[in-house]
């Protein structure tokens, strides 16, 4: 058995490898890149915009029923308690609206340094397999780039549907008693077996949890509670007495709009692997050019 935390570590950086520069063709990755992100931004913007002028029309066509219903001089009589009520809804609606979308956020952004940080655990071990005995190295160097390939093939589109991908899993459980198989002889082995272990352990942690962030989101029942305020807050909203008419609509027409967009925008977020906006594979195509191209 050999400790880990008793050896000194090396940076890979500091490893005496050539051809370790990161090259993507300019124009291929800005054409491929522009492609990806014009589709989906525009497809993004055709569902929120749909979803927000349905919720529009049906919040007017509410209200205009409600004024039609409700006396405006009933209305006004009852301005100051439906204003406290109202009042004290709309902050708890901002407390949980403000917690949700930090925790999406918290998500998406966690999300992308996951990608890069299990990214950057292949290059730095299928540089770090450089250096071993000649059998192991061409065997676990074939092993993370196929595990890359993996990733961006086939396991990417899974992640849309919260599932792994087979081969990935079974690529990556590889890689791992490959590594473990290796048995250091020389104190230069030990270390670099060490070195290894840690960038084992680095692409293991990352792929769970993105794994984890991609089937997992916002628990059910905060939706409900947000739902239902929302709901509330506009039905509240229809027995505030205003003299115009137009100005009540105007009102409450941007008020749902806000609503509405504050939500989809919330959705969008929580599925980091799944909507138009998802973390992209950059990272693995970047290594995957690197090491491919000095394959």
Do not use: C
Not at 116 to 141: C, H, K, T, W
């Amino acid at each position: 058995m050999y400790t880990v935390s008793t050896v000194r570590l090396i940076d890979i950086e500091d490893l005496p490898l050539e051809g370790t520069q990161l090259y993507l063709d300019p124009h291929k990755t800005e054409k491929r890149y522009s492609q990806r992100g014009e589709g989906s931004t525009l497809s993004t913007v055709l569902i929120g915009g749909l979803i927000l002028a349905l919720a529009v029309l049906l919040a007017v066509a509410g209200l205009i029923f409600a004024q039609h219903r409700i006396p405006l001089e009933l209305r006004q009589s009852h301005n100051t308690p439906i204003g406290i009520i109202y009042g004290a809804l709309y902050v708890t609606f901002g407390v949980i609206i403000g917690f949700s979308t930090y925790l999406v956020l918290n998500k998406y952004t966690t999300s992308q340094t996951t990608v890069v940080n299990e990214a950057s655990a292949v290059r730095s071990l299928y540089y770090l397999a450089g250096q071993f005995p000649e059998s192991q190295r061409d065997q676990i160097q074939e092993l993370l780039t196929s595990y890359a390939r993996a990733v961006v093939d086939d396991e990417w589109p899974l992640m849309g549907e919260g599932q792994p991908s087979p081969r990935a899993t079974a690529l990556d459980q590889q890689i791992t008693e490959s590594v473990y198989g290796f048995q250091p002889s020389t104190s230069a082995e030990q270390t670099l077996y060490s070195q290894a272990l840690l960038r084992v352990y680095d692409l293991n942690q990352n792929r769970s949890i993105r794994l984890l962030y991609a089937r997992a989101g916002l628990p059910p029942i905060l939706w409900f509670v947000v739902g239902v305020l929302a709901v509330i807050i506009l039905l509240f909203s229809y027995f505030v007495g205003m003299e115009s008419a137009r100005l009540h609509i105007l009102a409450v027409a941007v008020l749902t709009a806000g609503f509405a967009f504050t939500i989809f925008t919330i959705i969008s977020l929580d599925q980091p692997f799944g909507g138009d906006l998802r973390v992209n594979p950059d990272a693995f195509e970047i290594v995957l050019n690197e090491i491919e191209g000095d394959s």
